[in-house]
């Protein structure tokens, strides 16, 4: 298990291999398997990952009624080319609204990290592969890279929001997806770090505070939050931007940030968007309905 991006980064850097190479080796070391067999399992995790965009469906609404149909919308916002992001970044948008909504309607999705973040990865990596053409295995080779990150998050930090707030799940995811982007197009060891904090750096702090305490308001749309976020931090990372604040020292703030969190902002549902009146209100409402069962 790797503790550091760092520790990572010197040993791609040393035996002259990609920042994934090392992330699937650690892994095949740690169960037991072969490249071969590892690869296999990867390319289903991707293969998931896919089915979960294919199998959403655009008239389903989560049991409490609060989400669900929004891709749709963005879906036909696309088709009449009113959106003022261009077709990639739509593509990104629509496809995290549709796994996130997916989730809540109890749908089958690849918790990257979590499932309440399930949405922002397989939203840009499947987006990439349809603009640039990518094959399976290249995709499977992202997913060790984003796999690497967050293994690091988990390690320095944490990746649950009941620990960390949102930070340490849509903010984790986001640079997961950043730094698999910034590698799937070219970028260096270097760049694969530095793209993902800097999507973290965007995201430290976010409260965790599901409105009655469901993972649905906000948590749906802060998957797209989290998605073109990474697409901006893998832009400016792939230009030669850094973060000035070293990638594992970024982590380590997160988990410090998390840990001076209120308890309320923690996934508890008693702060922030939650506490507001409309916030009690739907708690209120779902409370009562479960009563009525």
């Not at 080319?81 to 261009?86: K, S, T």
């Not at 749906?220 to 000035?244: E, F, M, P, W």
């Not at 702060?271 to 507001?276: K, P, Q, V």
Request: aromatic share 4%; proline share 3%.
């Amino acid at each position: 298990m790797y503790h550091s991006l760092k520790q990572i980064t010197d040993e791609a850097t040393e035996k002259g291999v990609p920042f994934w190479k090392p992330v699937m080796l650690d892994d095949c070391k740690e169960q037991g398997i072969s490249e071969e067999q590892s690869l296999q399992y990867m390319d289903g995790i991707w293969q998931a990952m896919k089915t979960s965009e294919t199998e959403y469906d655009p008239k389903l609404k989560s049991r409490s009624g609060l989400v669900g149909t929004d891709a749709a919308k963005i879906h036909a916002r696309r088709e009449r080319n009113e959106m003022i992001c261009d077709d990639f970044t739509s593509a990104v948008i629509e496809r995290a609204l549709k796994i996130a909504e997916s989730n809540a309607c109890m749908k089958r999705i690849v918790a990257a990290p979590t499932a309440g973040s399930c949405g922002v990865v397989p939203a840009v990596l499947i987006s990439a592969q349809e603009r640039w053409g990518f094959d399976d295995r290249a995709m499977a080779e992202a997913l060790y890279t984003a796999g690497g990150i967050g293994e690091v998050i988990a390690c320095r930090a944490c990746l649950a929001g009941a620990e960390g707030g949102c930070q340490a799940e849509i903010g984790s995811a986001s640079a997961m997806a950043a730094g698999a982007l910034a590698g799937l197009l070219g970028g260096s060891a270097e760049t694969i770090c530095h793209a993902a904090a800097l999507a973290l750096k965007n995201l430290l702090g976010l409260a965790c505070d599901p409105v009655a305490g469901l993972v649905e308001v906000p948590c749906v749309k802060r998957n797209v939050t989290g998605a073109v976020n990474a697409l901006t931090s893998a832009d400016l990372a792939l230009a030669g931007i850094r973060s000035r604040i070293p990638p594992d020292e970024v982590i380590d703030a997160m988990k410090a940030i998390g840990r001076r969190m209120d308890s309320t902002l923690r996934e508890t549902g008693e702060g922030g968007l939650a506490a507001t009146p409309t916030g009690m209100l739907i708690r209120a409402h779902i409370a009562g309905t479960k009563g009525a069962d």
